[in-house]
């Protein structure tokens, strides 16, 4: 069984910068694409920012030039470089990962808060 553990949310004011790690466990297997996506409060789930195991990236609209998505693959570890925050990204960050274990699934880690203040 895979799990993904995301951390480094919390409160930060605006103009502000927050880091955001998702680490896999598990035994046996293998990573594909890694995704963070957030939910704010009353709306739907969104996708951030994307990244290939060659580490070719996407961004949401809202977040370029702003965010950094980056992954290190021997620690199975997927990153959120937040810079310039502004209270609109403020929400539920959750990390999101294509793995093979015995078959391919989706993996989602449990969500960590990110709170922009005014």
């Known amino acids: 069984q895979v799990q993904l553990v995301e951390s480094g949310g919390g409160l930060v004011q605006a103009g502000g910068s927050l880091r955001l790690s998702c680490e896999a466990s598990g035994s046996s297997f293998t990573i594909a694409i890694m995704n963070w996506y957030r939910q704010a409060p009353g709306k739907q789930r969104e996708l951030v920012a994307r990244?290939?195991?060659?580490?070719?990236?996407t961004y949401a609209d809202s977040v370029k030039d702003r965010f950094t998505i980056s992954r290190v693959n021997a620690k199975n570890t997927v990153y959120l470089q937040m810079n310039s925050l502004k209270p609109e990204d403020t929400g539920v960050y959750y990390c999101?990962?294509?793995?093979?274990?015995?078959?391919?699934?989706?993996?989602w880690g449990q969500g960590t808060q990110v709170t922009v203040s005014s």
């Open positions: 990244i290939t195991t060659g580490s070719i990236t």
């Open positions: 999101n990962a294509n793995i093979y274990g015995t078959s391919w699934n989706d993996y």
